[in-house]
Nanobody, 124 residues
Framework: QVQLVETGGGLVQAGGSLRLSCAAS????????MSWHRQVPGKERELVAASTSGGSTNYADSVKGRFTISRDNRKNTVYLQMNSQKQKDTAVYYC??????????????????WGQGTQVTVSS
């Protein structure tokens, strides 16, 4: 009933910028926390940035001062602006959303959803 679709990944040179977007769609009543994670092959998925519905944000130490998470609640969309990118930022980036939605029975429910992931590659 709910889908998250990420866009904006790609190849960028070190020092460059990319902006990721993640749009949620479906029978959504409300979205609570939204966040971005990333994963490199062979390593655990790690939290990059998170945003509460009230506007609070937090970041991994490795991206503080370089990445900015923001959201447009009217569009059910979360963004990740990535500046001054480094090769170590290369990963598959996933968005997540804690969503309250209407299920197929017409009842309200709540679940955490993940996007399909988008590859970000930072070259030297």
């Amino acid at each position: 009933q709910v889908q998250l679709v990420e866009t904006g990944g790609g190849l960028v040179q070190a020092g460059g910028s990319l902006r990721l977007s993640c749009a949620a769609s479906g029978s959504i009543f409300a979205i609570n926390d939204m966040s971005w994670h990333r994963q490199v092959p062979g390593k655990e998925r790690e939290l990059v940035a998170a945003s509460t519905s009230g506007g609070s944000t937090n970041y991994a130490d490795s991206v503080k001062g370089r990445f900015t998470i923001s959201r447009d609640n009217r569009k059910n969309t979360v963004y990740l602006q990535m500046n001054s990118q480094k090769q170590k930022d290369t990963a598959v980036y996933y968005c997540t959303a804690d969503v309250q939605f209407c299920d197929v029975r017409g009842l309200w429910d709540r679940s955490n959803y993940w996007g399909q992931g988008t590859q970000v590659t930072v070259s030297s």
